[in-house]
């Protein structure tokens, strides 16, 4: 009798440690599957929203070019199907690459994707569309989180590599995975005069041209009008093969502290508001007056930058300083074609420099990073698409991930 | 003792359970959990490649043509480093009642894509071809087909500043005549009064035409039995509206669309001969007033009502009115792109449909409450299915674009367009992209 309860006692303890066993090793099994299912889910959500994004212009169709808050949000160019982007709704949305820059004379913060010294995109934050107004209007805010990345496929590294006699310029065309060999090469030269003329303004000296890189994709161009190390200038060029475009810039300036910075104040009347570079850092005295010469570019069909004429009352000269009563000037770009403005400007007759603001994100292949920080995150989704952003080819890539929160085992 | 071996038994089972379901319970690779969309990437990239029509040109060059490389070049430096691809380009040849695609070059940066990959198509055209299109011709497949353009030399016209109605006539035939059986230019007030008559200018049918009148707000008279009394003047009211009546009834008689291209329609009568010393208040002469009378006394003529001497005023101002998204699908279609908002300021109100027995059937222009800025009204007399006659009124103000009435006509009538095939041989080739990743699992 007691033989068989402690028989009874083994078997039933026994069966009872194996069930809880097979049950955990069987959940474990179910709880993979359900996982797998939902990360695929999660990717193919990544997939559509991406798509959703790029395929269409939003609501209104140009609020890229306007102030309104859109109240459907794709970034397609509304002139264009396909995978073609509007370069004004990339340039309105609010950058999470760069800290924004607050501009005490409008009391307004603007968005950053200023890419290196003299190459300044600001957008004010009443222009600029935020993450979380994107989420609802894409439907995903407290669902999914994401970020896009819009990134030139094609980088033109420019590098000075003999300051004068003569000037020597290196260009280097990669792209994400290869460089691009025999490209053409277009590029746009201009040389700061600061005493020329005797005149209150800097005038300027374009040079226009077009080669070739060789097998390695590079390139070494000279300039043999340069012939002093102070002399200011930008170099800007359009690289180009079978279809596929990228632009690469810089500027040498011999005045790094006072400078003009361009905020872009109103995007549907084309207004650029130009700033004294002391308004936004302060270095300390002494404060020189700027005085400054805007010029507008546009990249023409045979991938040449050419000069659109700015009237005099468009504000393209004026005289800008540091401090209160000093107001900023105002430029109005002449168009909405994509293109680059260029600012010239002089602090002395020996001290200046130049600076570029691409008008459309594409006229200088800026990135744009919008949305969360990825890092952290429990698993993200990712997808890529190839696109065209006023011809010029860039990458979309969207990150996505969920906010109902899952643990991840097995 | 046998309980304990009983449960070790079905312990056995169990895991023999757990490990053959777990057999083919097989998880798939981490990669195809959240895979990169390869077919979208392989077709964003042909569309990149192929932006400023580079792929295109270079598909239909020599194998040996150095640009081929340089394709090559691209598409490596287009694509992430971790992505292999096999880019192949077919002619497409068509005959005998199906397609053969050959394979003309290939290149690729691997020898295999691995054990998942995925492609995309592209088929493009050689530029030096061109695609014809032939129109399907109003009245092919039925009664009708003769197009009537108002371009009376003994009338003046108005509201269509800047423009004359022969300028307007002969940009209308241009745009219109390719979709009608016939068309036929009405030179004097003369011919008006004959196909009023009910004779053909030139052996054409009568019945179920289209007349365009291009003299804007004023509508050609023509002398004689049209401006006489009882038929096209009212003694009492000393109006000419009597004539816009018998201009319905006639629309009505021979089934005719009557095309307004601008303003308030029929609000003066134009004869040089007829008023040489009159004019319409402007200082146009050989043009007498009508005003609202004349559209009133058409659409009672239209629908078979007796001739009243109506002169309220019934349009509106509205200001600027848009495309309806309709008009905008055929603006695609028919290749025909007028601004997509204008200003109306003579527009329709929706109570002329029930008043005098008319539907809407096409929306030129987007209805604005309880107005129409553009439409064409068919009219149907109760019971019938057939209708009796048309109006394609525009109510929008000076000056006139013809482009909208050709659209608006086109939108109505919907001659199909039959276009030449892509495929023809030699004239197309098709790229596919395939690709693959490679490293990691």
Known sequence: ?410 | MMRTIEIFLVILIVTGAFIISSFFAVLPQPRSVSPLNLRRIALTTLQTLDVDYDLSEIVFKNESDPDWGQLQVALSACLPPNIVYNLTVYEVQSGGGGQLYLPIKSISNAESLGIASDASSYLVASSNVTFGVIPEKIGEHGGGGTLYILNCSDANGWWITGYTAHSLAEDLYNLLSLYFQRTIMIQNTTQLGQILNGTALQGEILQNAVVINTCGEAVPIPAGYYASSGVGYDPVQNSYARYCHTLGQRIRQYNWTWVNIVGYPLYYVSNKGLFPSEHNTWGIYGMRHVGPAGLNAFLRGLDNQAYAYNSGWITSELGVVYLSSEALYYCNYYGIYPSSYQTATRALPTSILSTYHLTVTSYVFSQVGSWLPGAVYRHFSPGDTDSTGSLFALGLTRTPDIRLTALGLLFDYKPRLYRSEYTAAGTSRLVVLQLGQTGGV
């Open chain 1, 1 to 410: 009798m007691a033989g068989s309860t402690i028989d009874h006692l083994i078997s039933v303890t026994v069966f009872l440690g194996a069930i809880l066993l097979f049950i955990s090793l069987f959940n474990q099994t179910l709880q993979t599957a359900i996982l797998y299912q939902r990360h695929r889910n999660l990717a193919t959500k990544c997939s559509d929203l991406l798509d959703n994004m790029l395929l269409n212009p939003g609501i209104p169709v140009n609020w890229g070019r306007s102030n309104c808050t859109p109240t459907g949000f794709g970034v397609q160019d509304p002139e264009f199907t396909q995978y073609k982007l509007s370069p004004f709704s990339l340039m309105r949305l609010r950058s999470s690459y760069g800290q924004p820059v607050y501009y005490p004379k409008t009391g307004s913060y603007y968005s950053n994707i200023t890419m290196g010294f003299g190459n300044f995109l600001l957008v004010s934050f009443t222009q600029a569309i935020n993450y979380s107004t994107v989420a609802k209007l894409l439907g995903v805010n407290n669902t999914y989180g994401f970020q896009l990345t819009i990134t030139p496929i094609i980088t033109v590294s420019v590098k000075e590599v003999q300051s004068k006699n003569p000037l020597k310029i290196s260009v280097e065309v990669t792209g994400t995975g290869f460089p691009l060999a025999n490209a053409a090469i277009s590029y746009c030269f201009l040389t700061v005069a600061l005493a020329e003329g005797g005149g209150e303004y800097p005038s300027y000296k374009t040079e226009y041209g077009t080669t070739y890189a060789d097998d390695k994709g590079s390139v070494v161009l000279e300039f043999a009008e340069v012939d002093d190390d102070g002399i200011s200038y930008a170099f800007i060029a359009y690289a180009h093969l079978s279809g596929l475009i990228g632009v690469g810039y810089h500027e040498r300036v011999n005045s790094d502290k006072q400078y003009i910075i361009p905020f872009i104040d109103n995007l549907e009347e084309r207004k650029v508001l130009i700033a004294h570079s002391y308004d936004v850092q302060y270095f300390g005295p002494p404060v020189a007056e700027l005085s400054y010469n805007a010029t507008f570019v546009l990249l023409t069909e045979d991938f040449t930058l050419r000069e659109m004429p700015m009237d005099n009352d468009t504000g393209k000269v004026g005289k800008v300083n540091y401090g209160e009563g000093k107001p900023y000037k105002v430029v109005t770009i002449p168009t909405y074609n994509p293109g680059i403005l260029i600012i010239t400007y002089r602090k002395s007759a020996v001290e200046g420099g130049v600076i570029l603001m691409p008008w459309g994100i594409s006229s200088m292949a800026f990135p744009v990073t919008f949305g969360e920080d990825t890092s952290g995150k429990e698993w993200v989704a990712t997808d890529l698409r190839q696109v065209i952003v006023n011809r010029v080819a860039y990458q979309a890539k969207l990150a996505l991930w969920s906010l109902e929160s899952y643990p991840v085992v097995g």
